[in-house]
């Protein structure tokens, strides 16, 4: 089955530190770019990170402005998961996290059932 | 950052009407722009892509349109599965960004 799965979400303290995994199967792993899209009830749907799949180029990665140096996406393609570690974590990064799989035009075809982060003391 | 602006936010529409959704980028973003569909409590779900070409397994009731700033969904007669919540997303530059979603529901 096509699914990706994610895991790792929870209560943390402002300024903590979480890693969420994503899981995934059913298709070609490796040669698929990965990212991770938030949503909030206030804000909607936001990108948060992406990786590239395997290509000669080698890997490549882009976050958006509001976790850049916080956030770091990464992959293990042997294990057919995709990351995204998160430190300095705050208030504002409270949101349900959802891994998707992101096409080579970077539309996300294929989504996790998302995984909900609260930050909060 | 390109910013896309949905209209309209609700629309109050019956199992069987017309609904035309609208999208609208701050800057061109040629035919890069995509549809997805949310339910509640489930993920979104691709619908269009390139502005105009349908995903795999969507019904052809579904259709899109539009190119540079101003993009429409239209769903030609409603079926009960479809109220639901609807955004846009570009991908003409980085960031990727999302429209702030139109809820479509039963009137």
Known sequence: EVQLVESGGGLVQPGGSLRLSCAASGFTFRSQAMGWVRQTPGKGLEWVSWISGLSRGGENWSHEDSVKGRFTISRDNFKNTVYLQMNSLRAEDTSRYY???????????????GILVTVSS | EIVLTQSPATLSLSPGERATLSCRASQSVSSSLAWYQQ?????????????????????????????????????????????????CQHCSSWPLTFGGGTKVEIK
């Not at chain 2, 509640?40 to 190119?67: E, K, M, V």
């Not at chain 2, 540079?68 to 609807?86: K, M």
């Open chain 1, 99 to 113: 891994c998707a799989r992101v096409t080579s035009t970077n539309y996300f075809d294929l989504w996790g059932q």
């Open chain 2, 39 to 87: 339910k509640p409590g489930q993920a979104p779900r691709l619908l269009i892509y390139d502005a105009s070409n349908r995903a795999t397994g969507i019904p052809a009731r579904f259709s899109g349109s539009g190119s540079g700033t101003d993009f429409t969904l239209t769903i030609s007669s409603l079926e009960p599965e479809d109220f639901a919540v609807y955004y």
